[in-house]
């Protein structure tokens, strides 16, 4: 636990997944659109060749952008990923670092009562799962 925030493995349902993505667009000045795509892990090959790998990763283009999916997201993976909507020039080290700080701040609130944006972060996130398919 980082400074005593009780951290949760909160998954989100789409509809949820959808009101997170609204607020953390809004909370980091996103103003392009942003879309949900689920994949069968199936469709996603790791770096090793094999067949199967989870995927969570988001794909820029001239429309907006669409976060890919292979399993039910966080919230830490809803920031995680529109910090690299927000900020593509930034490292995958700076994402993580202020995911963390965001997230820190947002649950610390949401753990006082306040509102319900989704603000659990689930700490393993990008760092405990096999992220070789990354879009």
Do not use: N
Request: glycine share 14%; net charge positive.
């Amino acid at each position: 636990m980082a400074g005593g925030l009780r951290r949760c493995d909160h998954r989100l349902t789409r509809e949820r997944a959808g009101h997170a993505i609204a607020y953390w667009r809004a909370r980091l000045g996103i103003t392009r659109p942003v879309r949900l795509e689920r994949v069968r892990r199936c469709q996603v090959t790791g770096a090793d060749g094999r067949r199967g790998c989870t995927l969570v990763g988001v794909v820029l283009d001239w429309d907006g952008a669409t976060i890919y999916h292979t399993r039910p997201l966080t919230t830490e993976d809803v920031v995680h990923e529109l910090l690299h909507v927000a900020h593509p020039d930034w490292s995958e080290a700076q994402v993580l670092d202020e995911t963390e700080r965001l997230l820190v701040g947002a649950g610390a609130a949401a753990h006082r009562g306040g509102g319900d944006d989704g603000c659990c972060a689930d700490k393993r996130g990008f760092r405990g799962l096999g992220r070789s398919g990354r879009a």
